[in-house]
């Protein structure tokens, strides 16, 4: 969407805007560190598409403050699940399990590959994921905390063991979108 940006509430330009999956995608690539679930890599993948759009290779020009918004009402379905039937099975969850189960640690890994120095947020939305982000990042951007908002939406359906790519992931979506005020870069 770069180049045809569109206004959203409170004055904020969507920048650039991508989706995973699109036509042609298969899975998402993995991430280094992350094990399991899909959450990680469709994060990631629908974040730096995005960034790509806006930037082109990263990182984010030097100065600019970008807060990552993450949205997802139910998180890491795959890793949560695992976790929980290792428990219940008498056994222990691997290290990485602890540090992926926070999804804000994903977050981070975009923020650092890219190097925006915003705040990292996540929100489990109780009504639209997508105003309910878009309102964060209008506070975020409004009170000076930073210039621009990566918003990633995601969800995972209830049955992704996180196994299969976004064509045999029935429900598994994101969508990440950049928002700020002015023109699109």
Request: proline content about 11%.
């Amino acid at each position: 969407m770069s180049g045809n940006a569109a206004h959203v509430t409170g004055g904020l330009t969507v920048l650039a805007e991508a989706a995973w999956p699109e036509p042609g995608d298969g899975a998402p690539p993995p991430v280094p560190g992350y094990v399991h679930s899909s959450f990680p890599p469709l994060v990631a993948a629908v974040a730096e598409r995005c960034l790509t759009r806006a930037y082109g290779k990263g990182p984010a020009p030097d100065g600019e403050r970008t807060a990552i918004v993450l949205v997802s009402a139910a998180g890491d379905r795959a890793s949560a699940a695992h976790v929980r039937a290792t428990v219940a099975g008498g056994g222990r969850p691997g290290p990485l399990f602890f540090f992926q189960s926070v999804p804000n640690s994903v977050a981070g890994h975009v923020a650092a590959r890219w190097g925006l120095g915003g705040p990292v947020l996540c929100l489990a939305p109780t009504g639209d994921p997508r105003a309910e982000g878009i309102a964060e990042a209008e506070l975020l951007v409004h009170d000076g905390d930073a210039h621009r908002a990566l918003l990633v939406l995601i969800e995972q359906a209830p049955d992704d063991g996180g196994a299969r790519g976004p064509g045999g992931q029935p429900g598994a979506r994101a969508v990440a979108v950049l928002l700020g005020e002015g023109d699109a870069p």
